[in-house]
């Protein structure tokens, strides 16, 4: 047994292990706030999701689109605070599934990990295929008139290589190129808002914060919000660096914290000019198109500036792949580790110190499984399919995040009402609304992801008792949670 100590606390009873420099075989205490900071803002990939990803929520909210964004914020918070409150006292490689098993045991926990794996793995295909679908339609833009139709095949796989060697050669590796993606995202984002916003031809308005706007009234508002909400909170991210981090505790708060921020500030400003940019009241043909962004750059900057953002949005695509391997190959090294899953996912390089074998992993079955979706259902409708259960995959997780961080709490005695009961007491209730809306009414075959999450989890339990019906292997799993975190006394 080892103590580390910090600045706010001392870190309690971490086992050592037969590595001299590294409990967990990775690379411990390397990354700063920055590169933390990087993580948290390329998992929204807030260029790629502004350009092409606000058609979900513009096609409930219309004219109303930036009211939505901007009322979002206060979803954004409930969402985030789950894994801000753990924050100050956990840190941890396996992130909120290390915080589920603190709070209601190493059975949520694995559950709640497996959640996450379901909501990347699927999130990584699905921006593989989008990356097909968007070159096959600029290539007529570059003289191309007709594609193969087959072409997205080799792209969606070829998008799938650059995040994964990234991730295999390093944290540091990765997390700097993350800092170069976000700077690039930030400058853009906000250079492409203001352009369009100062235009002579813009009509800017205060109509845009009219609820009534939208689709269906005060109702459809209410969905583009929770729609809008969803697609800001992807810097939970931050919470899988914790053992890699430096002051964990310390900066995957702030990290989460200002990476959040920046995130809802550039979504409220992008909505609001691509809104006024497109006009207002004719927001119904923005939901329809298939890259609106990319067709008010055009309009207002011209061609060689669309293609110029194409090529950042499919670099911001990397990022987001980049983030999300990097979290599942942490959750999958946890679990390999915990023999919940084969040993050989549990294992790290000796030079990179990554979960290699993982990151492999995660490169090969993201490929098959963005494959096999767009050749079952097509392209177009592949990518809803995978997109609808990365999302189902996050709600669970969600889910069970809120439940276990009040019973965490109770155990700690440190119950605080409002941000340990209140807060994800109104979160669970975002999250039921959002499974509600997202997958009903009942359609084929956009049910499918619902079920297969919770066939997934369904199994895991199972497969959970049955491996751990013998008090040992039920050690080695809670030994293998707490190498891999670090807990504030």
């Known amino acids: 047994m080892f103590l580390l100590s910090c600045e706010e606390g001392t870190v309690v009873a971490i086992r050592s292990s037969s590595r001299p420099a590294s409990s967990s075989g990775l690379a411990d205490n390397t990354v700063g706030f920055f590169q933390v900071f990087s993580q948290g803002l390329v998992a929204n990939g807030p ?4 350009t092409v990803a606000m058609t979900a929520a513009a096609s409930y909210a219309l004219g109303a689109l930036p009211l939505a964004y901007l009322i979002g914020i206060v979803v954004v918070v409930l969402w985030v605070n789950t894994p801000f409150q753990f924050s100050q006292r956990l840190a941890s490689a396996s992130g909120v599934s290390y915080f ?10 694995y559950l709640a990990g497996l959640s996450y794996v379901v909501y990347y793995i699927a999130l990584i295909p699905a921006n593989a295929i989008f990356f097909g679908i968007l070159v096959s339609s600029l290539l007529p833009v570059l003289g191309v008139a007709h594609p193969a139709t087959w072409l997205w095949v080799p792209l969606s796989v070829l998008l799938i290589v650059p995040s994964t060697i990234l991730t295999y050669l390093g944290i540091k590796t990765s997390l700097n190129y993350a800092i170069f993606v976000a700077l690039v995202e930030i400058l853009l984002l906000i250079v492409i808002s203001l352009v369009i916003i100062f235009s002579p031809g813009t009509h800017n308005t ?4 009219n609820p009534h706007l939208a689709a269906g009234g005060l109702g459809g508002f209410a969905i583009g919000l ?5 697609g800001m909170s992807g810097s939970t991210a931050t919470v899988y660096l914790g053992r890699e981090s430096r002051a964990p505790h310390q900066t995957i708060r702030k990290a989460l914290i200002w990476s959040t921020v ?3 500030a550039l979504f409220v ?8 940019g497109w006009g207002y009241r004719r927001m119904g043909s923005f939901a329809s198109a298939s890259i609106p962004g990319l067709t008010v750059v055009q309009h207002y900057l011209g061609q060689v500036p669309e293609l110029i953002l194409a090529l950042f949005v499919i670099n911001s695509l990397v990022g987001v792949n980049m983030a999300a391997s990097i979290v599942v190959s942490r959750l999958l090294m946890t679990m390999g580790q915990a023999r919940l899953l084969p040993r050989a996912l549990g294992k790290t390089h000796p030079t990179y110190l990554t979960p290699y074998v993982s990151v492999v992993w995660i490169g090969v079955v993201a490929a098959i499984l963005g494959l096999i979706a767009a050749i079952i259902w097509g392209p177009s409708t592949g990518y809803i399919v995978l997109i609808l259960l990365a999302t189902m995959g996050e709600f669970l997780g969600h889910i069970l995040g809120n439940i276990a961080l009040p019973i965490y709490a109770w155990r700690k005695n440190i119950v605080r009402w409002a941000v340990h009961v209140l807060l994800p007491i109104l979160s669970l209730a975002t999250i039921v609304l959002g499974i509600f809306y ?12 619902a079920l297969f999450s919770l066939l997934v989890l369904v199994v895991a339990a199972a497969q959970f008792l049955f491996t751990t019906r013998s008090k040992s292997h039920l050690d080695v799993v809670e030994d293998a949670f707490s190498r891999l975190g670090l807990e504030e006394s």
């Open 100 to 109: 589920v098993s603190k709070g209601a045991g190493a059975l949520w926990g």
């Open 226 to 230: 929770l729609v809008a909400a969803f």
């Open 47 to 50: 260029l790629a999701s502004t």
């Open 438 to 449: 997202t997958f009903f009414p009942v359609s084929f075959p956009f049910i499918y992801p």
């Open 269 to 276: 400003l992008v909505s609001y000019a691509f809104t006024v």
């Open 262 to 264: 920046l995130v809802v």
């Open 206 to 209: 205060w109509a845009v914060y």
